[in-house]
């Protein structure tokens, strides 16, 4: 089992009519794209039940989609994740990814760039149904300055506002992933705040982790369970590796005038080439394992350090809360629910303390 990560994102949707009629010419455009790319969508679904009748349909695909509706009632029953409707059709987009996200910073901060979207309030990347509409924002936006990454999406939500299909860019994910990605969508149905990306991603993927042990526990796969530990550890091998180098960058850029002072930028080069170094350490004591290669294989900026933190700073601190209420999903839930009612500063500061309380 072998496999790095592609992030998730959010689809933003409501009320588009009535605010492009508000907005300058570029944005509109921008929403005409994820409206129409969602339709699209939409219209190319077919009920699992159906796909799984069709005499032309793979039997690993077929395997695949029971696999899915297995989930979905393990995400309901055991883990107490509302479905509701999600992931009883399939869509085959017909690419590798179905959105393309452009996350950007300014050159000497790891203060990430936001959007406003209706609905959802800010976040931190802009997503496009269309690698080169991604690409030429991008294109854009680095001629203004920014340190610009465009990521390739496997699997998104839209947040309820509609019954989200099964993707033919994740379903071919290994079971312990595919478990993980399902759990981590449902769970942005169960608890989403407003403007708090790197809140709603770290308690998403806290759950698709804890729900995939809990599946492989259930359905008595130790091997793969093991597996699955490994992948794991590795990860939080690899968040530890780009989370050092976030802290340097930032001191570097405390300590530093940038811009404009040569030393900045000599130092930003040091630690993104330090980075390297220490990838290419951990790969031998991985024995060779290759799964973040290609993301190392990118230029590394700011912004591109700043989509891990997004998904795992928070990580240890909800980890830590299940741990509080005994692995008690729902006990958990509410606990979260209360946090999301906080100011950010002060939700901030709680997980902080949470994520830096000494293992049991």
């Known amino acids: ?160 506002w509609f019954r989200d299909p099964v993707l033919s860019t994740f379903i071919h994910y290994e079971e312990a992933l595919l478990a993980e990605t399902l759990f981590h969508e449902l769970a942005h149905q169960k608890l989403f705040v407003g403007g708090d990306t790197d809140f709603d991603e770290a308690f998403a993927t806290a759950v698709g982790q804890e729900g995939a042990r809990r599946w492989l526990e259930t359905t008595g796969k130790p091997e793969t369970l093991a597996a699955y530990r490994v992948v794991l550890r590795r990860e939080e091998q690899f968040v530890s590796l780009v989370t050092t180098a976030r802290l340097r960058l930032e001191a570097a850029y405390t300590n530093n005038p940038c811009p404009p002072a040569p030393a900045c930028r000599q130092a930003k080069e040091q630690i993104i080439a330090q980075l390297r170094r220490d990838y290419a350490e951990l790969k031998q004591e991985w024995g060779g394992y290759s799964g973040y290669d290609a993301w190392f294989a990118q230029p590394l900026n700011n912004a591109q350090l700043n989509t891990i933190a997004t998904y795992y700073d928070w990580v240890p601190a909800f980890q830590r809360l299940l741990r509080d209420n005994g692995g008690n999903l729902v006990k958990f839930y509410g606990a979260a629910k209360a946090l999301a009612k906080r100011s950010k500063a002060d939700r901030d500061r709680r997980l902080a303390e949470l994520a830096a309380a000494r293992p049991d």
């Open 1 to 160: 089992m072998s496999w790095a990560k592609h992030r998730r994102a959010w689809i933003v949707l409501a009320g588009l009519g009535a605010l492009t009629l508000l907005v300058g010419c570029e944005t509109c455009s921008y929403y005409r794209q994820a409206v129409v790319g969602q339709y699209r969508i939409v219209a190319h679904r077919r009920p699992i039940d159906q796909v799984l009748a069709d005499a032309q349909t793979s039997v690993s695909l077929k395997d695949k989609l029971r696999l899915v509706l297995r989930l979905r009632e393990f995400a309901e029953t055991d883990l107490k994740l509302p479905a509701n409707g999600h992931y009883l059709r399939y869509a085959d987009v017909g690419r590798r990814y179905v959105v393309w996200n452009v996350h950007a910073a300014p050159p000497f901060s790891l203060d990430p760039k936001s959007w406003w979207y209706p609905v959802v309030g800010r976040l931190e990347y802009r997503g496009y149904f269309s690698e080169r509409d991604a690409r030429r924002y991008a294109g854009k936006l680095e001629r203004k300055g920014f340190d610009v990454y465009v990521e390739g999406v496997e699997a998104y939500s839209t947040l309820g």
